[in-house]
């Protein structure tokens, strides 16, 4: 693939062809009467070309020769061309052209030439990856407004890809022009709104008509006298529609007539005009300002660069619209066999306030479910074959296995499969839950699986992003598999997953508050070996916050596993002093431990000589290293003091007497967080972190900061007035200006897969 020149570059010039359109239109429109602009020039397989199209495509060719293709060969695509498709300059290849270039210079011409609504130039530029460019490659998308001839006023917008959406307005009559914000509607509910499924042409009218009803119902009830439920506009314009959506006029939008083909074939009529890639090729800039748009299966747009190709779309103003309508929408294509039913679960990532590596060790925790979560959808397919892809911000990954190749692994055989590509490991979270069903509920998968994961829970930041995408995975294949599971059956197995197939030796509070999290509640879970022991709300005046160090954590690191293996090995020594089997190393108390076992801790010990007196340890997720020399007395006396600190901060909040006691709770965040670095497990970035957060201190409104989950970098849960957000921005800023990282702040809070419930859609 040839080098392309920088999308600042190609901007203007773009811009600048569109301007030229734009004004030949208008002015074609301002001479010639609506009868000579709507004479059809030529007809083409899928569209009729008007006279008014030819306006626009005598400037394409030699424009995109002359100012692009000089420096950069391109493949151009756009109706009227010659096979739809022609490589610049003359004489050049496919392969030697670094750009392909879509355009439809006027989409809407049948509102235009009848002078009814406004068209819009639309243009999308992706690096050339052959035939196999599709929507999603674009990385740079203009669209400009053609006005009615009476209309003085034209937008242009454009987007480059993860620049967000911009946009400018010009007065055509002064020559002048400003920036405009465009802003998608806000409304969590299409109520009051613009909303409807596309239905410009006879054929399928009623069928489609019956579908929005269906939708608009569902999602509003019965209509009430005098009242309007919602409003429709049938802009016949797909650039239009996305305008539209992007300027906050309409909420939701669905063309769907590709799947009208059925319908059709039924009454024997043929399937008429659909949209085309070229009518989306502006997608991008819809995306950058907030709008979501998907195609049928709820997923991103990636149909070729090609002007023949049908494309049924699906644009939602903001997420509430999305999950009003998307089940209901689901619900009545799949009623009517046009799409395969679908269920989605969604799981939130989670903040330890408290408890954290104590664990596995049987302690009580306290977990904080966030706001962000893993969405996992699941399609079942005759074919058996789990497919399984995740949308991430640099480049969707992918992962196949047969059901077949998957059964014949062991969890050994599996992990080191996984392990051996970095590049699928992230796939082990999601077919090791196939794997767990198999092995653990001997259940026998008959169908495959398609799986879509879409995750707003940070990667690597001590927020259980790895618990939540095995939660959502296993809710899911239970929910369209039909397995009776229980909120902790999916917790015991989503650990198995990570343990056995991921290898990452973690314990289960991740998965039960994945799992079992209530919004806006503390969930207290006595790890012994996983029992919820109910939640615990917070006085109102205080929330939880957690701020990204930059420091990139992993439970699968080393200095976890082995401060883990210490206490485990700690508790194989204590079981030998005190002659019989505490259970649970946080069963001890602090004083016993004091009393009777701290003089006789070895503060290290090497693996060597631990496996030559005592042989061996009783967890299953770790094992000693004869090599290593572990942290043993720390690691020990963490999970048996924090055990009393958690019990001490529940006790606290459950009787609670005001602002004094959240200093109690402070302190108690405090020890934990020294703890933690006695361990080993503490790191610069979040001890600045959570210095900054004590000099603030009560007076500002902040009480109490401790490092979170497995250490070593990763999140820093802080504790505070609902007031003091302010503040705690200023520390990240601070922060960002002391380290060069640029901590994220992870704010609110959702409730967890078993409260979600999963979805058919």
């Not at 959702?750 to 058919?760: H, M, N, T």
Request: aromatic share 6%; hydrophobic share 40%.
């Amino acid at each position: 693939m040839k080098p392309s020149p920088a999308w600042e570059t190609l901007l203007p010039l773009i811009k600048d062809l569109h301007e030229s359109i734009r004004d030949r239109v208008v002015d074609a429109c301002e001479r010639s009467a609506t009868e000579a602009l709507s004479a059809i020039a030529r007809e083409e397989e899928g569209d009729t070309i008007y006279a008014v199209d030819r306006v626009s495509e005598e400037i394409l060719v030699e424009f995109f020769e002359k100012e692009i293709a000089s420096t950069t060969p391109v493949v151009l695509i756009a109706e009227g061309l010659p096979g739809a498709k022609i490589v610049l300059p003359h004489g050049a290849t496919e392969s030697d052209a670094g750009l392909r270039i879509i355009v439809d210079p006027i989409d809407g011409t049948r509102g235009l030439m009848y002078q009814k609504r406004s068209a819009w130039i639309l243009t999308g530029v992706a690096r050339n990856h052959g035939e196999h460019t599709n929507l999603s490659h674009i990385e740079l998308a203009i669209q400009t407004e053609i006005p009615l001839v009476k209309q003085h006023l034209s937008d242009c917008i454009w987007a480059i890809k993860g620049q967000g959406a911009h946009a400018e307005r010009f007065n055509r009559l002064t020559r002048e022009r400003w920036k405009i914000r465009l802003q998608p509607s806000r409304q969590p509910t299409i109520a009051h709104g613009y909303a409807g499924i596309v239905r410009f042409f006879p054929g399928a009218r009623d069928e489609l008509a019956a579908i929005d009803e269906e939708v608009v119902l569902g999602a509003l009830g019965p209509t009430q006298p005098g009242k309007a439920h919602c409003f429709e506009d049938q802009y016949t314009s797909t650039g239009g529609q996305l305008y539209e959506l992007m300027s906050g006029h309409d909420r939701f939008v669905a063309d769907l007539r590709p799947l009208m083909s059925k319908t059709l074939n039924e009454r024997g009529l043929p399937v008429g005009i659909c949209c085309h890639p070229y009518d989306l090729c502006t997608e991008l800039i819809a995306r950058e300002a907030g709008v979501i748009v998907t195609d049928v299966d709820g997923r991103d747009l990636s149909a070729p660069l090609a002007v023949e190709p049908d494309v049924a779309w699906i644009g939602y103003a903001n997420h509430q619209v999305r999950e009003q309508i998307e089940p209901l929408l689901r619900k009545a294509l799949s009623r009517r066999g046009l799409v395969e039913q679908m269920v989605e679960s969604r799981t939130p990532g989670r903040i330890d306030l408290m408890g954290g590596i104590a664990d596995y060790s049987g302690s009580l925790v306290l977990q904080w479910p966030i706001a962000a979560a893993t969405r996992v959808r699941l399609q079942l397919q005759a074919a058996p074959l789990i497919q399984i892809v995740s949308h991430a911000a640099e480049a969707n990954r992918l992962f196949d296995i047969s059901l077949a190749e998957l059964a014949s692994h062991t969890y050994e055989s599996a992990q080191a499969m996984f392990k051996a590509d970095p590049g699928r490991h992230w796939a082990a979270y999601v077919a090791g839950a196939f794997l767990a069903l198999m092995r653990e509920k001997d259940f026998v998968f008959d169908k495959g699986a398609k799986m879509s994961i879409r995750s707003d829970v940070p990667e690597g930041k001590g927020v259980s992003s790895s618990a939540a995408l095995e939660v959502a995975a296993m809710m899911a294949i239970a929910g369209a598999y039909d397995i009776d599971l229980s909120p902790s059956e999916v917790a015991f197995l989503s650990q198995k997953v990570e343990n056995l197939v991921a290898g990452a030796p973690c314990g289960v509070m991740d998965q039960f508050t994945a799992a079992c999290g209530e919004q806006d509640r503390l969930l207290a879970i006595l790890c012994q070996p996983g029992e919820v022991k109910g939640t615990i709300s917070l006085p109102e005046e205080l929330t939880i916050w957690g701020i990204d160090s930059g420091i990139r954590h992993s439970v699968a690191g080393a200095d976890y596993g082995i401060v883990r293996t210490a206490a485990f090995m700690g508790y194989r020594i204590i079981t030998e002093l005190a002659g019989f089997d505490y259970k649970y190393l946080a069963n001890i108390t602090p004083e016993e431990f004091d009393n009777k076992f701290a003089v006789q801790l070895p503060r290290e010990m090497s693996g060597k000589e631990f496996l030559d007196r005592y042989h061996g340890i009783t967890d299953t997720a770790t094992s000693v290293d004869p090599n290593h020399t572990y942290p043993v007395f720390a690691a020990t006396r963490h999970p048996i003091y924090e055990n009393a600190r958690v019990q001490r901060f529940a006790e606290i909040l459950r009787n609670w007497n005001g602002l004094e006691d959240a200093k109690l709770l402070g302190e108690l965040m405090y020890q934990s967080h020294r703890s933690y670095s006695d361990c080993g497990l503490g790191s610069g970035g979040t001890d600045e972190l959570v210095r900054l957060v004590r000099e603030a201190g009560p007076g500002r409104g902040l009480y109490g900061a401790k490092i979170t989950g497995g250490g070593s970098g990763g999140t820093v849960a802080v504790l505070g007035n609902r007031s003091a957000e302010p503040v705690v921005d200023e520390i990240a800023k601070m922060y960002a200006q002391q380290t060069g990282n640029r901590p994220t702040i992870i704010s609110g809070s959702s409730p967890g897969a078993a409260k979600y419930g999963i979805v058919k859609i």
